[in-house]
């Protein structure tokens, strides 16, 4: 039985019940009868990737678009070194010693990541802790102290309120004893942990990772060069890597390129991808889709892609309130999430762009990317202090392994360790 590789896709009919997906089926075309739609979506896989490419209407090849995508949504990395007993290595090697870890069960994965980590904060971290240093191993503070303190942390972008707290905190440690620099530091490192892990008190599920043999649903918002489709693509390596089905909903329909790049990532990571190609689409019901596609398959995570733009606060507001309102009907058990991913690298600038997704998505929680090379690393305070929500993952490189579960530990040690 010989599979025509050049064939167009199926269009399935528009009226077949949405719960009754066949299970080996490529077409998602379930529509809710409160949101109307003109075209069905189409699940992509990786067998029909290509095929669907060389049917893209004419609007999707301008400047041969798809093959600009194709070459840059997969990214080449060079190959890590081997690992040597450098002066990064015994530091990773230590951290995670620190947190309870013998060195059987250290991977040479998690030291490579660690070295990534500090390199990757090293900008905000040279500018910050010797000075830092100089000024709290010296005695009790004073005022010209307190406002170089505050300084170099708002030049790190750990944000006003964050930076209040830090010094207030300092302030009273120091007025009881004086503390060596060494010392001084480390009490530093206490209270910037305390700052990150405060959120975390509020949620019930602080380790953050899918119920095993349930629905999870986790929406992605996030403005347009954050690392959002590329988050969600890193997303479902890890979800598969750690033992969980996944799937993708391309609910970005306002940017022309988000769903093909969604796509190139579904067939990158082997995730199947829930699309709709046509101009208008609307998003809550590919989300639809994706919910009876997932249920269909009883898939553990569905990653849902949202459209990113700011420009029109109310249209934003109105889509993912509409999204959530399809989640709740048609999920009503599902674990659902709602995450911002935040590019570290605009610093206060993206803590105003979060204010905003905070109002308009019932945000759970925050992945902040693009922490290698950037001096405002402190925004992650930021983002802890401000609004307080848990920074869930964190990007430090361009790898699809460069994407880990966020350790307060860990990111204070790279952060201020000389």
């Not at 170089?148 to 302030?171: H, K, R, S």
């Not at 530091?185 to 380790?207: F, H, M, S, T």
């Not at 990571?269 to 009883?298: E, H, L, M, W, Y």
């Amino acid at each position: 039985e010989g599979t025509n590789q050049g064939a167009t896709p199926t269009v399935a009919p528009s009226s077949p019940e949405p719960d009754k997906i066949p299970e080996d089926s490529i077409i998602s075309s379930a529509t809710p009868p409160v949101e109307p739609v003109d075209t069905p979506a189409l699940e992509v896989t990786q067998e029909t990737t290509k095929s669907e490419i060389d049917n893209v209407p004419a609007w999707m090849k301008k400047s041969d678009r798809l093959e600009i995508l194709e070459e840059t949504a997969i990214e080449t990395v060079e190959k890590e070194s081997d690992l040597t007993f450098d002066e990064e290595f015994v530091w990773s090697a230590k951290v995670l010693a620190a947190q309870g870890r013998t060195p059987e069960d250290i991977s040479a994965e998690e030291i490579s990541w660690l070295k990534k980590l500090r390199r990757g904060l090293g900008k905000t971290r040279r500018g910050l802790v010797n000075q830092l240093k100089a000024v709290v191993g010296q005695g009790p503070l004073n005022q010209d102290a307190v406002m170089e303190i505050e300084a170099l942390l708002l030049q790190a972008d750990v944000g006003l309120e964050a930076t209040d707290y830090i010094v207030n905190t300092l302030q009273n440690k120091l007025r009881e004893e004086t503390l060596p620099p060494e010392q001084a530091i480390e009490y530093l490192k206490q209270i910037l942990r305390d700052i990150l892990d405060q959120p975390l008190k509020k949620v019930k599920n602080p380790g953050f990772a899918p119920e095993k043999d349930a629905l999870n649903i986790w929406l992605m918002t996030g403005v347009n060069g954050a690392g959002k489709t590329t988050t969600i693509g890193k997303l479902a390596h890890l979800s598969q890597k750690s033992g969980y089905s996944c799937m993708i909903a391309a609910a970005d329909t306002f940017r022309a390129a988000a769903v093909e790049q969604v796509k190139v990532w579904g067939e990158r990571t082997n995730t199947p991808v829930i699309a709709n190609p046509g101009k208008n689409t609307d998003p809550a019901a590919v989300v639809f889709d994706g919910i009876a596609a997932a249920q269909s398959r009883q898939t553990e995570l569905l990653l849902v892609d949202t459209a990113g733009r700011l420009q029109n606060k109310k249209n934003l507001m109105e889509e993912l309130s509409k999204i959530r309102r399809i989640i709740d009907k048609k999920a009503p058990d599902a674990h659902v999430e709602s995450l911002l991913v935040l590019d570290a690298t605009l610093g206060q600038n993206g803590m105003r762009q979060a204010e905003v997704f905070s109002e308009s998505a019932k945000l759970s929680g925050v992945v902040l990317t693009k922490l290698d090379g950037t001096a405002k690393g402190g925004v992650a305070l930021a983002v802890a202090q401000q609004l307080n929500l848990p920074i869930r993952f964190i990007g430090a490189g361009e790898g699809i392994e460069d994407l880990r579960p966020f350790s307060s530990y860990e990111f204070v040690e790279a952060l201020l360790n000389g």
